[in-house]
């Protein structure tokens, strides 16, 4: 089995989430993709962070159409901070026998080296950087070929169009109750109406 893993805060997941899973796993021929939201984000202030029980049913309801997506909560059961090479770490020995494959937004490859033991990712996973308008495509190439030398990282660099779209820019659409059927799954729009979420009354 070739499997991905895209963590998130998810805060809402939208549309532009779905489709990026999706490309990665046309275009890195893989079985599954778990999403995975964040627990304790170390990265993220707490205060903009909804609860993960929800998040995590968000995900769940944004995937539901597809076999191919599964979600996981196990950086939400973890406790303290969520890290990636754990998060990778607990796959690998659930699933030691198959294809691990992490996927994130190419920017990455320029910060990866700062994160929590770099070297568990690179040794675990391959990893799937996702090229967007905003980065010049030599600059990628460049970059990953600079890690693969130096810490024998596995990269594969997959095109896709990004959708102009955040979970901030939803998240204030939303405070005025509008709805976003081109961003966000229905179903997850009538979940957070329904919970009073993101201050929708």
Partial sequence: MRYGVLGGTFNPIHKGHVKLA??????????????VPTGVPYLKKQNTVLDSGHR???????????????TSDMEIKRKGNTYTYETLQEFHSLYPDDELFFIMGADCLFTIEKWYRPEIIFELSTLIAVGRDDL???????????????????IIIIDFEMINISSTMIRDSLKENESMPDLLDEKVFEYIKENHLYGVK
């Fill in 136 to 154: 010049d495509e030599r600059d990628v190439k460049i970059k990953a070929k600079d890690l693969e030398d130096r810490f024998g990282a596995k």
């Fill in 22 to 35: 999706n490309e990665a796993k046309v275009q890195a021929d893989l079985d599954k993709v778990y999403f």
């Fill in 56 to 70: 995590l049913k968000m995900v769940e309801l944004a995937i539901s159409d597809y076999d191919c997506f599964e």
